[in-house]
């Protein structure tokens, strides 16, 4: 595991609590009566495809199997792929006091996407932006939480205004980057990085995907798409590597058939797992909390 620099995470803690990294804009989703969310997370791409939902599911599926209280705000409104990657697929979100209730997984992660207020999870969401951002507020602040150690909030890719809101309108603590090793990488993770700092938001570190695969009969490690490029990428920018992920067709099928909670390997992406409670904790001491 890498070494994590408290003292970098506490300047980040300290920055939040100053407000020198917040930039919340001209409206910010409030929680509800019925919701106590302690620290709200982000995972976002400068581009799609890269996999962010799947280090959304694992960095979820590890925090609740470390014993704290999970919900995923599943953001990516166009392609929500959260539900059917935790077993949720056709599974329809409930009211309660003209109020929304999430759905929670069978290993007590509570969701709310898009994919569970539609009728069919096929259904395309043909909406504009203003649209968009009421159904963010919706599922933040006119959904039932409860109790929430860890809010993730899957991102939309790239930079759009989907996006903004998102950092403008929700206390998002800190952001995971998710990447993969092309040629255009340092590219696409400068459009996330510069997005973060121009909202002065806290980036807590980058998470390489796809970075190997392992051959099943000789067991040599493969890199389809060239050499790792995390260690460089995260240093050019100033950012902390977190780890990587390899491209493993037995995941890729668990997400399919929504049994990541069951399948995911113990320990997976420690160092980010680490960056988020760490940085949480820092928060709570600052705030006086228990």
Not at 131 to 140: G, L
Request: glycine letters at 10%; a negative charge.
């Amino acid at each position: 595991m890498a070494d994590i620099d408290e003292g970098e995470l506490r300047k980040e803690v300290d920055e939040v609590l100053h407000g020198t990294k917040r930039n919340q804009g001209p409206q910010v989703f409030e929680q509800n009566g019925r919701s106590d969310i302690k620290h709200v997370m982000g995972v976002i791409s400068g581009k799609g495809g890269v996999g962010k939902s799947f280090v959304t599911g694992i960095l979820a599926v590890e925090l609740a199997r470390r014993g704290a209280r999970v919900g995923i705000l599943d953001a990516d409104i166009t392609g929500p792929s959260i539900p059917r990657m935790l077993g949720l697929s056709g599974v329809h979100a409930t009211g309660e006091d003209e109020m929304l209730v999430p759905v929670t997984t069978k290993g007590a992660i509570k969701v709310m996407s898009a994919n569970l207020v539609l009728e069919s999870e096929t259904d395309p969401v043909l909406w504009r932006g203003p649209v968009v951002a009421n159904a963010i507020e919706q599922f933040y602040s006119e959904t039932i939480w409860g109790d929430i150690d860890y809010l993730l909030v899957d991102m939309p890719p790239g930079t759009s205004d989907v996006a903004l809101t998102v950092f403008q309108s929700l206390p998002i603590e800190g952001v995971v980057i998710v990447s993969s090793p092309q040629d255009l990488v340092q590219m696409v993770v400068g459009k996330a990085v510069n997005m973060a700092n121009m909202m002065r938001v806290p980036i807590l570190g980058l998470v390489e995907n796809m970075a190997y695969l392992t051959c099943p009969h000789c067991g040599e490690k493969i890199e389809p798409y060239g050499p790792s490029r995390l260690a460089e990428t995260a240093e050019s920018f100033g950012i902390s590597p977190l780890g990587q992920l390899p491209i493993d067709p037995a995941l890729a099928a668990a997400c399919d058939q929504g049994t990541i909670e069951d399948v995911l390997p113990e320990g997976l992406l420690p160092d980010a797992v680490q960056t988020i409670i760490q940085v949480s904790e820092l928060m709570d001491a600052a705030l006086g909390r228990g």
